[in-house]
């Protein structure tokens, strides 16, 4: 068989999706199922003073209306957590009257349909004490402190190598500036969603909009005084996660008390203004780069000092250092993260969390000093390239940024572009263009997976994954029929059950190196017991009728008649690989080049992306097809960061004044010119046995910063707080 890795094949569920039949979260219908509506905050601080909710329980078909007056009864603290814990977070589950933050969940109503629960939840009157909130980083810097570790791998709240102040202080070209990114709350097309089944008191079922369902039903359980194995999590299809997904949010675990409340299932959903507050979002930041070289433009000092938010009673840090620390070669290094504690929802992981701002404001810094030494951007970058990461003083895995710098550039047309800002004009329209780096940690965690042989000569393979509609179900289908040398027409690829083998969060761009690797050394298993079953050797395979048959001493059998004779109706292979000791000695990322073109009206202001086109090197490209789109979905990411997103805060009542489609603005496809994505051929054997790295987030990095750089070359005006909004520019 012909390998599959790489090809660009449909999307094996498709059709599914198209048609209207991939069930979502909300699509599960199950027996007497109730609905559950949210009551939210009106303030962002204080406490509830008195809530009333007769006139709601009046409403005909409303079976409850909780709060914490109903003494809802939880096995462990909600709100204790380990500080920074990647996983958990401090949750709001009606135990008390204390109010954190707008929008919090206070009450539930729960009727025999989503109208009267709705209905009832419009009728609870809440009478509040309310206090003065803090929502600017202004008013709690006084306080800032930084944390031990910062983000999911653990890395250091505060770094330094070398001598900054020494390297800072005797150069001859010196850059210090801020670079601002504001508050913004996920949007994904699926809102957040949990439907709760109790099989006696004792076993629960969820169906949950979660991009991690292991960790999904640990947390449930813990906090229900559950055993593990008691929860079943269940999430077939996810209208897009991008982070907010990840943890356990406060509204599925109400939701499960509801449902054991009522004593029937209960669907509880988020509707679209729920969304800003109680599931996450990315912090403010406020960065200070400090950069230093000598005239030819080689760093002699490089610092990232940023300020973030993070709650009250939670810790969460938007790791925006990360690439000052490791991305460009420098003696003199210093990052430090300081946290502000503020009256909102804990800030979670949003697509690229951290280093979507952090290369925002270290690429656009880059390119100011390109102008302050008089070298293209893009030149200043091959200068100062890292050969090897000196954070961690490790070689890389594999890097291939030189080769992505160069086929991005010839593919956009670099070395035509004038140094020289407000250069390039179109009638009454300027042009500019602009470049930036893009970077993003290749990680990989311990996952396990199965696969079948079926009596009729098919394959299931099952691994308990999710797709988050990046195309999982498409490249497992395809790892496993090219190890297995069969059609991808023969397997059955299964996940968003934990039913099935364990496997990590869906985060991190990590999935298809970690689940992706599982899978492989199943049906890699399950192909040698083939083997020794039949007698065979590998070359021996063929189809019959498209079933897999077995060729040898001048004959031919259907495998299927092998497993008759042995007395087995299915032969099985599990496996689980966890992180090898000899990964410990490389330093492992995707690289990336951005270039953008923008099109500025020289008297209003509006602009426009005409054009971007990205490089990447990413490892083995699994889909040619579903990486593309992922690829070209970072990007548009990013020019949304540069020109759109925003979460709008009332200062003075610590509340989101934005809180819907409408005025939380997103790029439509009348904002997006053409987008353009090529990659590097690599095989990182380091990162994982399949050879990939993983691509969902690296598009957002360094794309924000092309079209902040480009805007500059454009109009020769520098703006450093996005987004970038004509007012800014005029």
């Not at 840090?317 to 929802?345: F, K």
């Not at 810094?365 to 990461?389: F, H, I, Q, S, W």
């Not at 997103?666 to 990939?692: H, K, R, T, Y």
Request: proline share 5%; charged share 20%; glycine share 10%.
């Amino acid at each position: 068989m012909p390998t599959v890795i790489g090809q660009p094949i449909d999307r094996v569920d498709g059709r599914l999706k198209v048609t209207g039949q991939a069930t979502y979260t909300a699509d599960h219908n199950l027996p007497n199922l109730a609905h559950g509506v949210l009551v939210t905050s009106a303030i962002a601080k204080g406490r509830i003073a008195s809530i009333d909710t007769k006139e709601a329980m009046r409403v005909p078909r409303v079976l409850a209306v909780l709060s914490h007056e109903n003494g809802l009864k939880l096995a462990k603290n909600p709100m204790e957590v380990q500080p920074g814990s990647p996983a958990d977070r401090a949750l709001q589950l009606l135990q008390d009257d204390r109010i954190f933050y707008g929008n919090q969940p206070i009450a539930l109503a729960v009727a025999e349909t989503f109208e009267a629960a709705r209905e009832a939840a419009g009728l609870v009157k809440v009478r509040y004490i309310a206090e003065k909130p803090a929502v600017r980083l202004d008013d709690g810097l006084a306080k800032a402190y930084t944390p031990k570790t910062v983000g999911g791998g653990g890395d250091p709240g505060e770094s330094h190598r070398g001598d900054f102040d020494q390297g800072f202080s005797s150069a001859p070209v010196r850059i210090e500036e801020i670079y601002s990114t504001p508050f913004h709350t996920h949007s994904p097309m699926e809102p957040h969603a949990t439907i709760a089944a109790w099989d006696g008191t004792d076993k629960l079922v969820l169906y949950d909009t979660s991009q991690g369902i292991f960790g999904d039903r640990k947390r449930v359980a813990e906090l229900l005084g559950l055993k593990p194995e008691n929860v079943r999590v269940i999430s077939l299809f996810l209208g897009g996660g991008f982070g907010s997904k990840g943890p356990t949010w406060s509204h599925t675990v109400i939701c499960a008390l509801a449902a054991r409340h009522v004593g029937r299932p209960v669907k509880l959903l988020l509707r679209r203004p729920e969304m800003f507050g109680p599931v996450g979002c990315r912090s403010e930041t406020r960065q200070t780069i400090a950069m230093a070289s000598q005239m030819d433009g080689t760093l002699t000092a490089l610092r990232n000092e940023t300020e973030s938010h993070t709650s009250k009673f939670d810790e969460f840090t938007e790791t925006a250092t990360l690439p000052t620390r490791m991305l460009y070669s420098t003696a003199n290094n210093s990052t430090v993260q300081r946290l502000i504690r503020s009256d909102i929802g804990t800030p979670s992981y949003t697509r690229a969390p951290g280093e979507a701002p952090g290369t925002l404001a270290l690429e656009v810094a880059m390119d100011e000093l390109a102008y302050k030494v008089g070298t293209d951007p893009l030149d200043l970058r091959l200068k100062n390239y890292a050969e090897r990461d000196e954070d961690k003083n490790l070689p890389w895995s594999t890097k291939a940024l030189r080769e992505c710098y160069r086929k991005g550039a010839e593919r956009f047309g670099w070395s035509q572009r004038p140094r020289q800002p407000r250069s390039m004009q179109d009638g009454h329209t300027l042009v500019g263009w602009g470049m930036a780096t893009a970077v993003y940690p290749a990680r990989r965690s311990p996952a396990s997976a199965k696969a079948r042989l079926n009596s009729d000569g098919t394959f299931l393979v099952e691994a308990g994954s999710q797709d988050l509609g990046g195309g999982t179900y498409t490249i497992m289908t395809q790892i496993a029929a090219d190890t297995l040398g069969v059609p991808v027409s023969l397997v059955t690829f299964r996940l968003g059950d934990t039913l099935y083998p364990e496997t990590p969060v869906s985060g991190g761009s990590q999935t298809a190196a970690t689940t992706g690797s599982a899978v492989f050394e199943a049906a890699k298993a399950l192909k040698q017991k083939l083997l020794d079953l039949t007698g065979a050797s590998p070359g021996d395979f063929t189809l019959v009728n498209n079933q897999l048959a077995v060729r040898h001493s001048g004959q031919t059998q259907l495998v299927r008649d092998f497993l008759v004779r042995s007395g087995q109706t299915f032969l099985e292979a599990r496996a689980s690989t966890k992180l090898r000791e000899e990964q410990k000695r490389y330093s492992s990322y995707s690289f990336g080049a951005q270039f953008a073109e923008v099109k500025v009206d020289a008297d209003l202001g509006q602009i426009h992306v005409s054009r971007m086109v990205g490089a990447f090197a990413a490892g083995k490209i699994l889909n040619a097809k579903t990486a593309r789109s992922q690829f070209m979905g970072g990007i548009v990411w990013g020019i949304s960061l540069a020109l759109h997103e925003k979460t709008v805060y009332d200062e003075r009542l610590g509340r989101i004044v934005n809180n819907n489609l409408a005025e939380y603005h997103v790029p439509s496809n009348a904002d997006i010119g053409q987008i353009d994505v090529l990659w590097v051929d690599e095989d990182d054997q380091e990162v994982s046995a399949i050879g990939a790295k993983g691509i969902g987030e690296i598009g957002i990095t360094g794309s924000a910063a092309a079209v902040a750089n480009a805007i500059y070359h454009a109009t020769g005006k520098r703006v450093r707080d996005v987004p970038i909004t004509l007012d800014k520019l005029l």
